[in-house]
C-alpha cells in the first residue's frame, strides 16, 4: 500500500523534474507560463511522459483572434490579454538523437486520448511500462505526441482533458441566452442526462423559454411540443411522464446564463503547438507538427483549418499536416455562444462550405471554401480518411467534401489535399469477434482500417518531411459510377435485409460566420458508394476484409423504425452479414451472393489470395510492410470463425 509520505515524495519528486520548465520565462507570448504536474520516464522505453497545465493570455484585437466568438466580450488582464488554461499530456524520446523532429498533436474527444491505442495497436492512453505502449509503433518511428484540452464541457472525469475559458459578460452584467440539445434513446426510459448540456445550468427551469418538443425522424426538424405539465428539469436531467420512446428524437430548450468563451479551444492548440515548435524552452524541440483528430475531434481539425487558426499570432504554420479521420464534411459547433461541441451531431453537423475549393453556393449565392478562404494563410497538407458511414448517415455527407454544393459535379482536389475512403467500414470498426450473445442482425462492420490509417500517417510525415509523395487518394466519384444517389444503389435482395434506400441527409446547418447561416436548413444531397454484386463498396481502400470477401460489409445498420415505410439508420453503425458456407445453405435461405465453398476451394485457397491482396495494399502504399503478418492472422482467424458458425 502507498503511504501519504511516499505519496507526497513522488509529487515532490516529480514537481522538481519540472520545476525549470515551470519557472523560467516562457519564449513564445501566447504561452505565458507551464505547471508540471507529473513527469515521469515511461519503463526503459526511453520515453518519458510530461503532463500538466498550460497557461494562455491572448490579445483581443489581434486579427488572428477576431475570429473567437464573444472574445470582445471577455474579461482582461492588466495588459489588456484574454487568460485561459488548458490541460496538455507529452510523450517524448529522452534521447534528441531518437526524435524523426516531428510531434503527432491528437486532438482529444470528448476530452479522452485515444491515438496511442489506435496508432500503437493496443496499450494505454497514459503509459506506465512499456506493456501499455502496445506494439510501440509511434515511439519505434519516433514521435514526439502531444494533446491539449480544448474542450469546455469535455466529462470532469479523471483524465479528461479540458479547458479553462471566461465567460462572456456585457457591461459587467451577464448574458442570458437559449441553449438546444437532442435526446435519443435506445430503450424507453423515464429520465434523460442531457449532457450536451451538462455546462449549462438552467437559469429558470420553469420559465416559458423551457420547452421539449418530439419527432420522427432524426434528419428533419420540427416536431411536436410536448405539454409542459408532463415534463420537468432538473439540472441538465430531464423526466418525462411515460418515458422517452426509441426511435424518436427529442428536443430540449431552456434559457442558461454565462456563455463560455468556447472558441478559445482553438486558440489554445494553435499556441500549444507554437510554443513546443518556437519557444527556447520547448520541452520537446521539434521541426514539424502533424494532427490528427477522429470523428469530434476531425471535425474540430478541419473547422480549426477552416477559421484561419492554422496560421500563429505571428505568422508562422502551425500544423504542416493534417490527418482528419471519420469527419466527413462536417464541422464542429465550438465557435459560436452557446456552443454543444460534446454533442454527437447526428444530422447536424454539416454546413455550406463543404469542399476546399472555393465554390458559388446556388443557395445562399455565397462563395466560400474551407481552405480558400482569407482567413487560410497557412495551408497544411490534408489528409481526410472517412469509413462508408460518413457516406450513408449522421448528417456528414461525406462526398460533399469534393463535389458541388448540389451534389451532380466532381470538384478536383487541391494539389496539397489527399482523400481516402475505407470501403465498408464504420465510423469505428466492430469488435472481432463479436460478443458471444450477438445475433446476425446485430453484428457491427469489423472491417479493419487501423493498418490503412498507419501507413497513411507515416506517408503524411514524409510528405511533410521529405516531399515524398503520397499514396494516390482513393474514393468512389460521379465521374467513375461508383458516387450515386442512395436511390440508385444496386443492394442484392434476400430475405431478412433491405438496404435503406429511402434516407436522406438532413439539412444544413447554420454557419455562424454568415447573419443568414449560408443557405442554413437546405436539404442535403445525399450521395452514397456504388456496390458491386456481394452488397459491397466497389470504391476506396478495399482491407483485405472486402477485397476478399467472406461476408457482405456495409456503412449502414437499419435500427428499430416507428412505421414500416421508414428507414432509421443506427447512428455510425455499419452491418456485416456473413455469406453462407455452402452452395446449399445459400439456395435453402435465398441468398443470391455466392457461397463460400463456391468462391474458396479450401481455407488454404482463401489465404493465398488475401496474401496476394496484402502485397497488393502493400506496394500501393495503403499498407506497411511490418503489418504484414498482423493482416494475415486477422484473415486466417476471420475465415475460422466464420466457418465456425456456419
Not at 523534474?17 to 526503459?44: C, D, H, K, W
Not at 421539449?212 to 436531467?237: F, M, Y
Request: proline content about 9%.
Amino acid at each position: 500500500m502507498t503511504t501519504p509520505l511516499a505519496r507526497a515524495t513522488k509529487i515532490l519528486r516529480q514537481s522538481w523534474q519540472g520545476m525549470f520548465l515551470a519557472l523560467l520565462p516562457i519564449a513564445s507570448a501566447e504561452v505565458v507560463r507551464v505547471e508540471i504536474a507529473q513527469r515521469v520516464t515511461i519503463g526503459a522505453s526511453g520515453y518519458e511522459k510530461i503532463s500538466g497545465t498550460l497557461h494562455f493570455a491572448v490579445d483581443p484585437a489581434d486579427p488572428r483572434n477576431a475570429i473567437v466568438a464573444d472574445l470582445s466580450l471577455a474579461p482582461v488582464n492588466v495588459a489588456g490579454r484574454v487568460e485561459f488554461s488548458s490541460d496538455f499530456f507529452l510523450t517524448r524520446p529522452l534521447d534528441p538523437s531518437r526524435s524523426n523532429g516531428s510531434v503527432l498533436v491528437e486532438v482529444p474527444n470528448r476530452g479522452s486520448r485515444s491515438g496511442l491505442r489506435v496508432f500503437n495497436r493496443g496499450g494505454r492512453a497514459d503509459p506506465e511500462t512499456e506493456a501499455d505502449m502496445g506494439d510501440g509503433f509511434l515511439f519505434r518511428h519516433g514521435f514526439t505526441m502531444m494533446s491539449v484540452g480544448w474542450e469546455f464541457d469535455a466529462p470532469k472525469s479523471s483524465g479528461a482533458m479540458r479547458i479553462k475559458v471566461p465567460v462572456a459578460t456585457e457591461q459587467g452584467k451577464p448574458i442570458r441566452g437559449i441553449v438546444r440539445a437532442s435526446i435519443s434513446v435506445s430503450s424507453r426510459v423515464n429520465t434523460f442526462t442531457v449532457t450536451d448540456l451538462s455546462e449549462y445550468a438552467p437559469s429558470d427551469s420553469r420559465g416559458l423559454d423551457s420547452r421539449l418538443t418530439v419527432r420522427a425522424s432524426a434528419s428533419k426538424p420540427g416536431g411536436q411540443e410536448i405539454p409542459r405539465d408532463r415534463w420537468r428539469l432538473e439540472g441538465n436531467k430531464v423526466t418525462l411522464d411515460g418515458g422517452f420512446a426509441p426511435s424518436r428524437i427529442y428536443d430540449l430548450s431552456y434559457q442558461a446564463m454565462h456563455p463560455p468563451i468556447a472558441g478559445l479551444g482553438f486558440a489554445a492548440v494553435r499556441d500549444a503547438v507554437a510554443w513546443l515548435k518556437h519557444a527556447g524552452d520547448s520541452p520537446a524541440p521539434v521541426r514539424h507538427a502533424l494532427s490528427f483528430g477522429s470523428s469530434q475531434s476531425g471535425r474540430f481539425l478541419r473547422t480549426f483549418v477552416y477559421l484561419g487558426f492554422n496560421t500563429d499570432e505571428r505568422d508562422r504554420m502551425v500544423f504542416d499536416g493534417v490527418l482528419a479521420h471519420v469527419a466527413g464534411a462536417a464541422r464542429l459547433d465550438l465557435n459560436r455562444r452557446w456552443s454543444t461541441p460534446r454533442e454527437q451531431a447526428m444530422y447536424n453537423a454539416a454546413g455550406f462550405p463543404f469542399a476546399d475549393t472555393r465554390q458559388l453556393d446556388p443557395i445562399s449565392g455565397l462563395q466560400d471554401g474551407m481552405l480558400e478562404n482569407p482567413r487560410v494563410t497557412r495551408r497544411p497538407k490534408m489528409f481526410y480518411t472517412n469509413s462508408a458511414a460518413e457516406y450513408w448517415g449522421g448528417g456528414r455527407v461525406g462526398a460533399l467534401a469534393y463535389t458541388d454544393p448540389t451534389g451532380t459535379r466532381d470538384i478536383p482536389l487541391p494539389d496539397d489535399v489527399r482523400l481516402y475512403v475505407f470501403a465498408g467500414t464504420q465510423h469505428g470498426p466492430a469488435a472481432f469477434p463479436p460478443p458471444a450473445d450477438a445475433v446476425v442482425e446485430a453484428y457491427g462492420s469489423p472491417v479493419s482500417y487501423w493498418p490503412g490509417l498507419r501507413a497513411l500517417l507515416l506517408a503524411l510525415h514524409r510528405w511533410v518531411r521529405d516531399g515524398a509523395p503520397p499514396p494516390p487518394s482513393a474514393y468512389p466519384t460521379l465521374r467513375n459510377g461508383v458516387l450515386v444517389p442512395v436511390s440508385k444503389v444496386v443492394f442484392p435482395t434476400f430475405p431478412g435485409v433491405k438496404a435503406p434506400l429511402r434516407i436522406d441527409g438532413g439539412v444544413r446547418v447554420p454557419n455562424p460566420l454568415y447573419p443568414d447561416g449560408a443557405g442554413a436548413g437546405a436539404a442535403l444531397p445525399l450521395l452514397v458508394p456504388q456496390v458491386d454484386r456481394d452488397g459491397n463498396d466497389i470504391a476506396g481502400i478495399r482491407a483485405l476484409e472486402v477485397a476478399v470477401p467472406l461476408a457482405t460489409y456495409t456503412g449502414w445498420c437499419l435500427g428499430a423504425s416507428p412505421s414500416p415505410d421508414s428507414d432509421q439508420l443506427v447512428p455510425l453503425r455499419g452491418t456485416w452479414i456473413p455469406f453462407a458456407a455452402t452452395a446449399a445453405a445459400r439456395k435453402d435461405r435465398g441468398d443470391p451472393r455466392p457461397s463460400i465453398e463456391e468462391r474458396y476451394a479450401s481455407r488454404q485457397a482463401y489465404l493465398a489470395r488475401t496474401q496476394v491482396e496484402v502485397e497488393s495494399l502493400v506496394k500501393r502504399g495503403y499498407a506497411l510492410p511490418e503489418d504484414r503478418e498482423w493482416m494475415q492472422r486477422r484473415a486466417a482467424e476471420l475465415w475460422d470463425w466464420t466457418l465456425a458458425q456456419r
